[in-house]
T-cell receptor
Framework: GAVVSQHPSRVICKSGTSVKIECRSL??????MFWYRQFPKQSLMLMAT?????????EQGVEKDKFLINHASLTLSTLTVTSAHPEDSSFYIC?????????????FGPGTRLLVL | QQPVQSPQAVILREGEDAVINCSSS?????VHWYRQKHGEAPVFLMI?????EQKGHEKISASFNEKKQQSSLYLTASQLSYSGTYFC??????????FGAGTRLAVHP
């Protein structure tokens, strides 16, 4: 149980284009979904918290207009990187939260590796 | 505030033990442990809740001391499959997790 999928796994795009990444909880309804960014050999940096039917809450320093988040249902959240630039190249990981083990546990998707040329 | 993990890196031979520590400057109600292999997403290991409990998962166990605001992950009789980066996560409010910088573990034959 607690499987989270992410699509696509890899994407290469030209500078200036937009890229959409989907995150789905396959066998449970997630109370909350989260989007992270990770640079090589670094920790997970939380970008935003997403709740179904409401606006995402962005972390300080994350541009809302650049990283658009839509949470259409309890099992689907999307991240759109708009007008991507080479510095947006990174590993983007989503997680879905479920009550387990006595607390809210986050289960991660497999990640999306974005390369902007 | 980001929890502090130590050590930054550990190199083991198969069968050896290791301890990874995670400490916070603020009061903790829970600590979450994950392992991430290169190029993959983090995998949930366990969650420890306030109460000083200890949990086990095969030969991997953890303790949580909320008075000291720290948790420790114990890897016993390490296997090659234990290699990866271990992250602890602490609450950042609204069910958010703030992750430590990670501890890289390499297990060699």
């Amino acid at each position: 149980g607690a499987v989270v999928s992410q699509h696509p796994s890899r994407v290469i795009c030209k500078s200036g284009t937009s890229v959409k990444i989907e995150c789905r909880s396959l066998d449970f309804q997630a109370t909350t979904m989260f989007w992270y960014r990770q640079f090589p050999k670094q920790s997970l940096m939380l970008m935003a918290t997403s709740n179904e039917g409401s606006k995402a809450t962005y972390e300080q320093g994350v541009e809302k207009d650049k990283f658009l988040i839509n949470h259409a249902s309890l099992t689907l959240s999307t991240l759109t990187v708009t007008s991507a630039h080479p510095e947006d190249s990174s590993f983007y990981i989503c997680s879905a939260s479920q009550l387990a083990g006595g607390g809210e546990t986050q289960y991660f998707g497999p990640g999306t590796r974005l390369l902007v040329l | 505030q980001q929890p502090v993990q130590s050590p930054q890196a550990v190199i083991l031979r198969e069968g050896e033990d290791a301890v990874i520590n995670c400490s916070s400057s603020k009061a903790l109600y829970s600590v979450h442990w994950y392992r991430q292999k290169h190029g993959e997403a983090p995998v949930f290991l366990m969650i420890l809740l306030k109460g000083g409990e200890q949990k086990g998962h095969e030969k991997i166990s953890a303790s949580f001391n909320e008075k000291k605001q720290q948790s420790s992950l114990y890897l016993t009789a390490s296997q090659l499959s234990y290699s990866g980066t271990y992250f602890c996560g602490t609450e950042g409010g609204y069910n958010k997790l703030i992750f430590g910088a990670g501890t890289r573990l390499a297990v060699h034959p």
